[in-house]
């Protein structure tokens, strides 16, 4: 009897998307997925505070000055002629009238001194651990010539020509964007590209993976799993972003500012979309063929570490080549197509070019289809040993099994 009841491909792979998606998405397991990233997020949002604030308790700028009444006024004076000039670059001076030796200053409970002025106007000597010598003796020989000669320079006033910006600063200030993007885009992708690896070693566990694999196509499957677990990812990313924007009202100017990428914010993070999908598909294609080779958990684990592993040396690819765009280590992590969503991402940030995205996009794409149909097949060989390895048995779809 001929079968007329039939799925195609892509019907089948919406079947099986709709399933997982449902499934994954209702479920009390990724509601508290989605509150994972949020709490590292706040402690380490708090801990940076707080390491803020005991970093600034403990590091100080005042130096004590040990020198005769005449030359220590001097100083102070000479720093206050200097400080609109040159501003933090110079330390706070604070006039000790300890008879104590510059070491015995220093050790002075409570003063919390960085360094000891000593000696004279003429010849000033300072008392100091070496690196805060290398980095104070410069601002200090400057306040001591002003102090000797004893009456205020005259400083010529500077003329301001500003510019919107330079070649050298957008180029720096892309750079930045760049990497900002690079990153986020990884993490996204470690984060949430191992479920793809867990849904299938359970549905294997349960065998629910042979009943599908028996009924639709293998690559049906592996399609419609990839949809439904980047849909998965995109609620996740939007919660998350959500969550991103509402801090960032709360926080407001104390945040810092990525500087525009060239595309302009609405087409970069319309690429950063597109390109975290290709990349998820692409990891996430491997990682379903992992799945198909492994038995158990343990040999998932011990196969998906090599991938990860190489996930991580892809990124430093795509991150060593931003500074050199155009150049044969920038074009490879552009081909390559594990590395070819970052390599992109990061030259949607310093160039205005849309003709490569377009070349990009398609190449990461038929790699995508490779990938999912190299799974497959590994999966049929792996798992489906018995029968006719995936291909679809009358008496499932619109048939009659054979005796």
């Known amino acids: 009897m001929t079968d007329t009841t039939r799925l195609s491909l892509f019907e089948a792979a919406r079947v099986v998307a709709k399933r997982d998606f449902h499934a994954i998405l209702f479920s009390r397991a990724f509601f508290f997925f989605l509150l994972g990233p949020l709490f590292p997020i706040v402690i380490g949002a708090l801990a940076g505070g707080i390491g803020g604030q005991v970093q600034r308790d403990a590091n100080t700028r005042v130096i004590a000055v040990a020198m005769a009444e005449a030359d220590t006024q001097a100083m102070i004076a000479a720093r206050a002629r200097l400080a609109p000039q040159i501003g933090m670059a110079l330390p706070e001076l604070q006039s000790s009238a300890s008879a104590a030796s510059p070491?015995?200053?220093l050790r002075e409970p409570g003063k919390n001194y960085t360094a000891v002025i000593s000696g004279t106007v003429a010849a000033p000597a300072l008392t100091a651990p070496a690196d805060a010598i290398d980095y104070w003796s410069g601002p200090i020989a400057l306040i001591a010539?002003?102090?000797?000669?004893?009456?205020a320079t005259a400083y010529p006033e500077v003329t301001a020509r500003p510019v919107a910006t330079s070649v050298a600063a957008q180029r720096s200030d892309r750079i930045r964007t760049a990497q900002a993007g690079q990153l986020l885009l990884f993490l996204l992708m470690m984060l949430l590209a191992g479920m793809v690896l867990s849904n299938l070693v359970e549905e294997k566990a349960n065998k629910i993976i042979?009943?599908?694999a028996a009924a639709i196509p293998m690559d049906?499957?592996?399609?419609?799993?990839?949809a439904a677990m980047l849909g998965i990812s995109l609620v996740g990313i939007a919660v998350w972003a959500t969550a991103g924007a509402a801090i960032g009202l709360l926080a407001g100017s104390a945040l810092p500012q990525l500087p525009e990428p060239?595309?302009?914010w609405p087409l970069f993070l319309l690429f950063g979309i597109v390109y975290f999908a290709m990349g998820y598909l692409l990891l996430g294609s491997l990682f379903l063929t992992i799945g198909g080779m492994a038995t158990t958990v343990?040999?998932?684990q011990t196969l998906s570490m090599p991938v990860t592993m190489a996930q991580l040396l892809v990124f430093f690819l795509a991150a060593s080549s931003i500074t050199r765009p155009?150049?044969?280590?920038e074009l490879f992590a552009a081909i390559f197509p594990l590395s070819s969503p970052f390599a992109m991402l990061a030259r949607a940030a310093q160039s205005d070019a849309l003709w490569p995205h377009a070349l990009a996009l398609g190449w990461q794409a038929l790699c995508v289809i490779l990938f999912v149909r190299f799974g497959a097949m590994i999966f049929r060989r792996r798992v489906m040993k018995s029968g006719r390895g995936g291909r679809a048995v009358k008496g499932h779809v619109g048939g009659t099994e054979p005796a």
């Open 103 to 105: 070491e015995q200053i």
């Open 145 to 151: 010539a002003d102090a000797g000669r004893g009456t």
């Open 210 to 212: 042979e009943v599908l």
């Open 220 to 226: 049906a499957v592996f399609l419609g799993k990839l």
């Open 262 to 264: 060239a595309l302009g």
């Open 298 to 300: 343990r040999e998932v």
């Open 326 to 329: 155009g150049s044969p280590m």
